[in-house]
């Protein structure tokens, strides 16, 4: 029902969960009326139902639920406004989780067969939603000013985790961004929460190793006092402790650049200059607890990551770190739509011979560029040399689109400075030239995120500028570690925000 070339949302195939697992999901979508649509994972499609006043965890409820067709399994993770036709409005992913058989009904095995015979009977295990619901199918003929759908009614049963008078609009955040609808369609950035000065004085009091409380969820955290980055400048060196506190505290700022998209890890686990050194983690490991979110890859071939992390929010972050994988690359793609960018992305990558000076002569060339292409778009220190331009596109482009456009782009700035930049493959044959590195505009490769701790003496950050900071004379690609950014956000803000909800055209050059 929906014209795939004019929506965002991700027409998608059958899929599901690598470990077996059903997941189920509600989405809070602000259509022509507002309603929750509920959503369950059952032969690799979600079966859906549109909820008009949402589920909720009060058993005294009878919510009205209107069948609806099913949706792609990758329809699970999209957050966005739809432009125009076919449930036209705001969606954000409501609440998600898992659901299971009822056990009191262990000859209830089949859920198709469940739901066409009009009655399932199922448990949720979800961030909101939790315990054991039936959704029934009426007798109901539909009458006047009534959908002409199948109706149902959706029922929690007295559990433990009933509640009564629980409101679904009390709580209106997505999972996923903690936006709301109105964030959405206004084009606001979602803000993860941070941990508190309370629950970072508890990380303190820990010893080497224990369970800390954040935003509710309590983890084992491991080798506290274990150094993993030398200092710089006769400073003391980062211990894995103060990285989790850097993580648990910079979330908030971390939200627009990670939520929803599929994460791989740069993880040293005996420290940037152990023996090992670094190495990319993209699966999520088995012994991960179960909160820890994954995104199944529905592309992926043999041999390849099939079940991806997924950070949304600071307890998740601070796995990452006590994991030992404190720098943090995120797709280019959304989850919902992997093969889409977001982004089309500029890699100013220096050369042995290129000096910072030179570096800025380029940046400040694509602020030019961007100026007379009329593209919103923010520069980048990469925290250890170069410096990256983030431009955000409309939905619809290709990886190709993308990189053909920045490949366009870059050639013509390089033009106006040709003795600065090489355009050779291999880095040997480069003469030490900077490259301006389009190919990063592919599925899967990635650029460091804002705010990601970098693996250099004194545990330098990569943090988002303004385009009037390339002109700064004390500006320099790793100016800010994890001791001292927290200075900057709090005087302006991050300047990624602007980025936020933009949709952009990208011009013919």
């Not at 990469?382 to 596109?393: A, F, H, L, T």
């Not at 385009?467 to 991050?494: A, Q, S, Y």
Request: charged share 25%; proline share 8%; hydrophobic share 35%.
């Amino acid at each position: 029902m929906r014209d795939f070339d004019d929506s965002p949302e991700p027409p998608g195939e059958l899929a599901g969960s690598a470990d077996g697992r059903h997941r189920f999901l509600v989405q809070r979508h602000r259509a022509t009326r507002l309603h929750f649509d509920l959503r369950f994972e059952v032969d690799g499609a979600l079966v859906s139902w549109a909820v008009p006043k949402g589920p909720s965890l009060d058993p005294q409820r009878k919510s009205l639920a209107m069948k609806v067709e099913d949706h792609p399994y990758a329809y699970g993770w999209f957050e966005g406004i739809i432009p125009s036709g076919y449930g036209k409005g705001d969606v954000v992913l409501w609440d998600d989780g898992w659901w299971d058989h009822d056990p009191e009904y262990p000859d209830q095995v089949d859920a198709a067969e469940a739901i066409a015979a009009g009655e399932f009977k199922f448990v949720l295990i979800g961030r909101k939603l939790r315990g054991r619901y039936v959704i029934v199918k009426t007798s109901r003929p539909a009458g006047k000013g009534r959908s002409s759908g199948e109706e149902w009614l959706l029922i929690h049963k007295k559990d433990q985790y009933a509640i009564a008078g629980w409101n679904p609009e009390d709580y209106p955040q997505s999972v996923l961004s903690n936006r709301t609808n109105e964030d959405v369609a206004e084009g606001r950035p979602g803000r993860w929460k941070a941990a508190t000065e309370d629950e970072l004085a508890e990380l303190d009091h820990i010893k080497t190793k224990g369970d800390w409380t954040v935003d509710g969820i309590t983890q084992q955290i491991t080798n506290l006092d274990k150094a993993l980055i030398p200092g710089r400048n006769g400073e003391p060196p980062i211990t894995k402790r103060e990285l989790i506190a850097y993580y648990a505290t910079v979330a908030p700022w971390m939200t627009t650049t990670l939520a929803g998209r599929p994460i791989n890890l740069n993880r040293f686990p005996d420290g940037i200059e152990g023996a090992k050194g670094g190495f990319f983690h993209k699966s999520v490991p088995a012994h991960a607890p179960a909160w820890v979110r994954r995104w199944p890859n529905p592309n992926a071939g043999k041999g390849e990551t099939r079940e991806y992390l997924m950070l949304d929010g600071a307890p998740s972050l601070v796995w990452a770190a006590n994991f030992a994988g404190f720098e943090i690359h995120p797709w280019t793609s959304t989850c919902a739509s992997p093969d889409e960018p977001s982004y089309a992305l500029v890699d100013i990558d220096p050369g042995e011979n290129t000096a910072w000076d030179d570096t800025l002569v380029l940046a400040r060339l694509f602020r030019v560029a961007m100026d007379k292409l009329g593209l919103v778009a923010r520069p980048k220190v990469s925290g250890q040399r170069g410096i990256q331009i983030w431009i955000p596109v409309k939905a619809g482009y290709s990886f190709r689109q993308t990189s053909d456009f920045v490949e366009a782009l870059s050639k013509t700035v390089g033009g106006v400075v040709p003795d600065l930049v090489s355009w050779k493959w291999k880095k040997n044959a480069r003469r030490g030239l900077a490259r301006l590195d389009y190919t990063q505009n592919q599925v899967n490769k990635t650029l460091v995120a804002p705010y990601s701790v970098r693996p250099r003496p004194g545990a330098p950050v990569s943090v988002p500028l303004e385009w009037d900071e390339l002109d700064d004379p004390d500006l320099r690609p790793d100016r800010w570690t994890i001791r001292d950014v927290f200075h900057r956000l709090d005087e302006i803000g991050n300047s990624f925000d602007a980025l936020v909800g933009v949709q952009q055209t990208l011009p013919e050059l």
